[in-house]
């Protein structure tokens, strides 16, 4: 989408840099800011921090929505810009989905051989034996999947902090950078880098509750940076070729 006028690269910067920071610090404000009592359950704890993520991701949205120069302002036109669009809509999650399962092609082929190991070993049993192996089969599988659900910890890890995290990381960043004038190759680097730096929080409490040593610290936040940054770089690459932000 073409704006209207340039957005100066400090200002872009500073903007991501406050994104990331602001993701970071308001999982923090009910204790260190509101004085909220501690949780008495994790639970309580990781909806304290669903809402806080939701927060930080609201605002980044709207600073984003205000620091873009777009010709229009409305709802459509802004869902575009952060890569939520209907056009190629299957395209540009059946491929970006394929593609990234190929990372995890070799634990597939290895359940998939044990699955097909452990079904030989039923049929030369009878055919009962078949049917009885392929409903316990589902009834691991609708136990396991109720049992996800009621998880909070699998709540997090596998909806709130990826959605929160792709909105302010990429939906919101990637079009300020890019309206800011930055190349595209630097946009794909620049912004795991902030989402990497976002996680340093983890050394504290690394170092701090789980007693480790500083350097084994250094070395635990340091490979998860690292990955992040790949990973990252990865998903920003996968965004602008499928989101198309600040393109018409």
Same mark, same amino acid.
């Given at each position: 989408?073409?704006?209207?006028?340039?957005?100066?690269?400090?200002?872009?910067?500073?903007?991501?840099?406050?994104?990331?920071?602001?993701?970071?610090?308001?999982?923090?404000?009910?204790?260190?800011?509101?004085?909220l009592?501690?949780?008495?359950?994790?639970?309580?704890?990781?909806?304290?921090?669903?809402?806080?993520?939701a927060?930080?991701?609201?605002?980044?949205?709207?600073?984003?929505?205000?620091?873009?120069?777009?010709?229009?302002?409305?709802?459509?036109?802004?869902l575009?810009v952060?890569?939520?669009?209907?056009?190629?809509?299957?395209?540009?999650?059946?491929?970006?989905l394929?593609?990234?399962?190929?990372?995890?092609?070799?634990?597939?082929?290895?359940k998939?051989?044990?699955?097909?190991?452990?079904?030989?070993?039923?049929?030369?049993?009878?055919?009962?034996?078949?049917?009885?192996?392929?409903k316990?089969?589902?009834?691991?599988?609708?136990?396991?999947?109720?049992?996800?659900?009621?998880?909070?910890?699998?709540?997090?890890? =596998? #909806? *709130?902090?990826? %959605?929160?995290?792709? !909105?302010?990381?990429? $939906?919101?960043?990637?079009?300020?950078?890019?309206?800011? +004038?930055?190349?595209? =190759? #630097? *946009?794909?680097? %620049?912004?795991?880098? !902030?989402?990497?730096? $976002?996680?340093?929080?983890?050394?504290?409490?690394?170092? +701090?509750?789980?007693n =480790?040593?500083?350097?084994?610290?250094?070395?635990?936040?340091?490979?998860?940076?690292?990955?992040?940054?790949?990973?990252?770089?990865?998903?920003?690459?996968?965004?602008i070729r499928?989101?198309?932000?600040?393109?018409?």
């Open positions: 989408m073409e704006p209207e006028t340039g957005l100066s690269k400090p200002v872009a910067v500073v903007a991501c840099a406050t994104m990331a920071f602001l993701y970071v610090a308001i999982l923090y404000a009910p204790t260190l800011i509101l004085r009592p501690a949780p008495s359950s994790i639970k309580e704890f990781m909806i304290r921090r669903f809402i806080c993520a927060i930080s991701s609201f605002i980044s949205l709207v600073l984003c929505a205000f620091l873009l120069p777009l010709r229009k302002r409305e709802a459509t036109y802004l575009g952060y890569g939520i669009r209907l056009d190629h809509f299957w395209q540009a999650v059946v491929f970006p394929s593609l990234t399962s190929l990372m995890y092609a070799g634990s597939f082929v290895f998939s051989l044990l699955l097909v190991d452990s079904w030989k070993e039923h049929m030369h049993q009878g055919e009962g034996f078949f049917f009885d192996f392929v316990a089969i589902l009834q691991n599988f609708l136990a396991g999947l109720s049992s996800t659900a009621s998880n909070v910890l699998a709540w997090r890890n =596998y #909806v *709130v902090a990826p %959605l929160t995290e792709e !909105l302010v990381f990429r $939906a919101c960043m990637i079009p300020l950078l890019l309206c800011g +004038g930055f190349e595209i =190759y #630097v *946009v794909i680097l %620049l912004c795991p880098i !902030l989402f990497s730096l $976002a996680h340093l929080n983890h050394w504290m409490e690394i170092y +701090g509750r789980q =480790y040593s500083l350097l084994k610290a250094f070395m635990v936040v340091g490979l998860q940076l690292g990955y992040t940054v790949i990973f990252g770089s990865y998903a920003s690459f996968l965004f499928t989101g198309k932000p600040c393109e018409t």
